[in-house]
């Protein structure tokens, strides 16, 4: 370990302490705000350290050395608070005093033991250390010169900064005073560096025996916390990998959620506290609460916050809404633990061995009723849903007397929505708050984290530059290939709003390497079987409601439930309608039917199958309606109900119970439904067939086995519609029929019909099979016009193959090229294009500085390094991204036509002119422009405004500038009369 007492060269020699590899603390009269040169036993030598913080009435000072004072790690300084008033024996500093030079004038260091007297020195708000030997002796000045800097410790504990000689008069020198540590850490801007250079905020610790024993413990403690609970597990995945088993980094995987506060008395969602309706990030939500019941579905992160609470409050990382948990100390109630060992009424100093922590024998004695009184503590209670109700009343019971002895503590509770009823724990002061699902954005932060976390677990170790190389490159496109399934299939988004299900498909998508589009139906089943059996087999919850069902009994009753919700065209159902489907149900049921009544199996599945949501006191819904879907579809195809089907065909409601049924059913049962679907559509007129021809149509994709002549049958009908009405190809309707509309449309643009060539790829391209890419490639060699919609689908295809059936039949020259990726950036520039446009996030822009073809560069996204511009030839430069970013006008100093949102002109540094800019395009709200001479040799001016009105007045100086205005001609233009009619249009 390396030393941290330093040699201090200022405006006099002194003493330092390393508090971290650059950071050094001192006396400030030892440098009086000059910078000095510090150097540490063992260390690089002699480093320039500048000042860094400076307090010249505590007599104290940071220095921030140039580079390391020393090689290796140090560990984290810790801070000792002396708060009783008997003298702290065992004391040491260690520095470099002036009586310790040699003959030749060389340092040495010296190290004093001695007392603290906290009591000593009141009035001067200082302490005073009493050395135990006797004094050096001085030739001059006081026999301590030197040692000012150095710092006095306990048992590892830095407890103040030594300042000077004490009285030396009084006491013959052998008293030194001692700025307190908590003095220091109290100073003005102290804590902040020390948190900004160290990377977390200090803390101070007391240093009587049971404290030390305490702290001590606490540190062991943290640290199994981190360990047991800095990882995300997901239950139910059969095929887990090796190292997913392990869960992965909650550092890198946890994705921040949102919530809504409830009503004190019900489930409906109230405003925050500020005001605001709507979903708020779970940090700010819990700002300034103490006792919080946080309500969530099955899988929408609850145990995974706890976790994060746990491991930030431990670590000292959690943000500034949060900031007063920071290194409070996290006591981990896991209810099934409860349930599992029989014990619902622990006393608190067995939480420890409760949550399994492997250093409870360790533990001081009564050290968890000290973290509870001592306003230390955190009780994060998970999963009151995973017990019976008797068993929550008796938790309730034991949370009453605990907050009632331990009143500071803060409490968080975890439960199922429908588990306990609204207010359960409001006489507790507990604030109701509800887990929200994740929205696109969220949905796709949360599956860039999971692949991130994933790439750290597989990368851990030793590994080759190219076994490092292909994992990133497999996990990037296992990335990349989900996210376009996800924007294909919204059957599939819609069930990764939560972060169970999300991370459940991101896993599949992995096991399958990205097969996930051709087994839908798969990922359904594997997703009810992991929420009905599988989670709860691998947490070990049974015997919950003393139920045990089976999975296929659970689905029978389920199904059932779902089957009825359907027929009446109903998301939501009363809760007696559920239990007369259950009693009916466990007529054939037999063993669960032993096993309890229809009541009891109702209460089981809403809190243990994780698909149904009680939504009142008296009625519930399933999760996901694609859920009660999928699950009506087994009922209905195992009751044979096709005429129903039939009728309901064109009812968008019911489309996705029809294709539901027809991927349950088997080959001769699914071309049963569906002749009976074109027989329909035949009788019918011309809106009505069509709608049940699509609906046939859009079952194909789930037919993957099926006669042929109805195959055929089903497309012949949809030929037939486009022929007559080209107009019909909407793709986001029409893409659902899957590859076999591709050779349909082929048949179609040969035929002359008059099809929208781009809506046919945009129809077309979303599949990503080869017979799109074919048809794609088709289209760009014919020299149809759709250059543009055709690149916009490069990302959902194979990289080399769309190079080779597109890229190489496009000129380059003429046409802006598309690079959603920085790999398809550098294919473009292979190509040299001339003008091209980036559309994905975060694109590499390196390839443009040896690329001195491009001449043209636009922007439509963000994230992206423009200092690389500098020095290219580029100089039409378009940046169509709505977020300003003033690094933009550091860049532009070669280019003379420039596109920008309106907004970048506020962000002109001041002072600062481009000339060289001839063609200026402004995007966005641009009423009441602002003057431009920022550009004083601009001749064109575009403007794209988006408000009602636009104000020239401010341009009548530019004689000779052409404004031209796209908006339209019912804008609002004040100051037309400053401009001839050649230099104004309006378009």
């Known amino acids: 370990m390396p030393s941290r007492v330093a040699a201090v060269r200022g405006l006099s020699q002194g003493t330092g302490y390393l508090l971290g590899r650059r950071l050094v603390l001192t006396a400030d009269h030892v440098t009086r705000g000059a910078d000095a040169e510090v150097a540490v036993p ?88 009493a050395a135990q030997q006797v004094p050096p002796v001085a030739t001059a000045g006081s026999p301590w010169a030197g040692m000012s800097g150095a710092v006095v410790l306990f048992q590892e504990r830095l407890l103040g900064l030594v300042l000077r000689d004490h009285n030396p008069g009084a006491w013959g020198s052998s008293q030194l005073d001692v700025l307190p540590a908590a003095a220091l850490l109290a100073a003005p801007g102290f804590a902040f560096h020390l948190s900004d250079q160290l990377g977390g905020p200090p803390r101070l610790e007391g240093i009587s025996a049971q404290e030390i024993a305490d702290t001590d413990f606490e540190r062991e403690y943290a640290e199994s916390i981190q360990a047991d609970y800095g990882r995300i597990r997901i239950f139910g995945l059969s095929k887990a990998h090796g190292q997913g088993r392990r869960g992965w980094g909650l550092d890198a995987g946890y994705l921040t959620l949102q919530a809504i506060e409830l009503a004190e008395r019900g489930r409906r969602p109230s405003g925050s506290l500020d005001g605001r309706q709507g979903p708020q990030q779970v940090p700010e939500m819990l700002r300034g609460k103490r006792r919080v019941l946080l309500r969530g579905q099955a899988g929408s992160g609850k145990t995974t916050l706890v976790q994060w609470l746990a491991t930030g409050a431990v670590a000292g990382t959690l943000g500034e809404e949060l900031a007063e948990l920071n290194h409070r100390v996290p006591l981990v109630l896991q209810v099934r633990k409860l349930a599992r060992q029989g014990n619902f009424n622990p006393m608190p100093e067995q939480l420890v061995a409760l949550d399994g922590r492997l250093c409870a024998e360790q533990k001081p004695i009564g050290w968890v009723g000290r973290v509870l009184s001592g306003d230390r503590g955190m009780l994060l209670v998970d999963g009151l849903d995973e017990v019976s109700e008797a068993q929550r009343r008796q938790i309730l019971e034991w949370l009453e007397r605990l907050l009632d002895r331990y009143p500071k503590v803060w409490t968080l509770a975890t439960v199922r929505p429908s588990a306990v009823e609204p207010g359960w724990l409001t006489h507790l002061d507990f604030q109701e708050l509800a887990l929200s699902p994740m929205g696109e954005e969220h949905r796709r932060r949360f599956i860039g984290r999971w692949h991130g976390a994933i790439l750290a677990e597989v990368t851990a170790g030793t590994h080759t530059p190219q076994e490092l190389a292909r994992w990133r490159q497999e996990l990037t496109d296992l990335e990349s290939g989900l996210m376009r399934t996800l924007e294909q299939s919204d059957d599939l988004a819609q069930i990764t709003d939560s972060p169970l299900l999300c991370a459940m498909v991101c896993a599949l998508n992995r096991e399958s390497d990205g097969a996930l589009p051709s087994h839908r139906m798969e990922i359904y089943r594997d997703a009810l079987s992991m929420l009905l ?97 999928y699950l009506a579809a087994l009922e209905f195809r195992e009751q044979g109900d096709f005429g129903l089907l039939t009728a309901m065909a064109r009812e968008e409601s019911w489309q996705d119970v029809i294709r539901m049924t027809v991927g349950h059913a088997g080959p001769r049962e699914r071309a049963e439904l569906l002749r009976r679907l074109i027989e329909a559509g035949d009788r019918a007129e011309e809106l009505g067939a069509l709608g049940s021809h699509l609906t046939a149509g859009q079952c194909l994709p789930y037919a993957q086995e099926l006669d ?280």
């Open 42 to 129: 063992g260390g690089v030598g002699w480093v320039r350290c500048p000042v860094l913080w400076r307090n010249p009435e505590l007599d104290a000072t940071l220095l921030l050395a140039e580079s390391d004072l020393v090689n290796g790690e140090l560990e984290p300084v810790r801070w000792g608070r002396v708060d009783r008033h008997e003298p702290v024996a065992g004391c040491h500093l260690a520095g470099f005093p002036a009586a310790e030079r040699d003959t030749e004038g060389r340092l040495e260091s010296t190290q004093v033991i001695g007392s603290l007297l906290p009591d000593a020195g009141l009035l001067k708000g200082s302490q005073v250390f």
């Open 533 to 629: 059996v599988k989670r709860d087999d691998a947490k070990q919850v049974t015997a919950i409601e003393k139920l045990k069902p089976s999975e296929s009994e659970q689905l029978a009753l389920l199904r059932r439930i779902a089957h009825w919700l359907v027929r009446n065209n109903q998301v939501e159902g009363e809760r007696a309608t559920a239990i007369r489907q259950i009693d009916a149900a466990l007529a054939s049921l037999p063993a669960l039917a032993r096993q309890g009544d229809a009541e009891q199996v109702y209460t089981h599945l809403l809190n243990r199958s994780g698909l149904l949501a009680e939504t009142s006191t008296d009625t519930f819904q399933f999760i996901h309606r694609t859920f009660q879907d």
């Open 708 to 987: 042929g002549e109805v195959r055929a049958a089903v497309l012949g009908r949809l030929h037939g519609h486009l022929s007559r009405q080209p107009g019909l190809l909407v793709p986001g309707v029409w893409r659902l029929v899957g590859e076999d509309l591709v050779g349909v449309l082929r048949q179609l643009l040969a035929e002359g019909v008059g099809l929208d060539e781009a809506q046919v790829v945009r129809t077309v391209g979303p599949l990503g099979t080869a017979d799109a890419l074919a048809l794609l490639g088709e289209l760009v060699t014919a020299g149809v016009p759709v250059v543009g919609e055709v690149m916009d689908q490069w990302s959902n295809f194979d990289h080399a193959d769309f190079v080779s059936s597109v890229l190489d039949h496009i000129d380059p020259a003429e046409e802006v090229l598309q690079a959603e990726t920085s790999a398809q950036l550098v294919t473009l520039a292979e190509r040299r294009a001339p003008r091209v446009l980036i559309t994905g996030e975060g694109v590499d822009l390196t390839p443009i500085t040896t690329w001195p073809e491009l001449t043209e560069l636009q922007i439509g996204s963000t994230g992206h390094d423009l200092s690389v511009i500098v020095g290219t030839s580029i100089r039409t430069l378009h940046c169509y991204s709505w977020e300003p970013d003033p690094g933009i006008w550091q860049v532009v100093g070669g280019i003379t036509r420039l596109c920008v949102v309106a907004d970048q002109l506020t962000l002109v540094p001041s002072g600062m002119s481009f000339p060289q800019v001839k063609e200026l395009w402004l995007l966005g709200y641009v009423e009441q422009l602002t003057d431009i001479k920022t550009f004083p040799w601009l001749r064109e001016l575009t403007l794209f405004p988006v408000g009602p009105s636009l104000d020239l007045r401010k341009l009548r100086h530019h004689a000779e500038l052409f404004v031209h205005v796209q908006a339209g001609s019912d804008v609002q233009i004040q100051g037309r009369e400053y401009f001839e009619p050649d230099r104004l249009f309006v378009s």
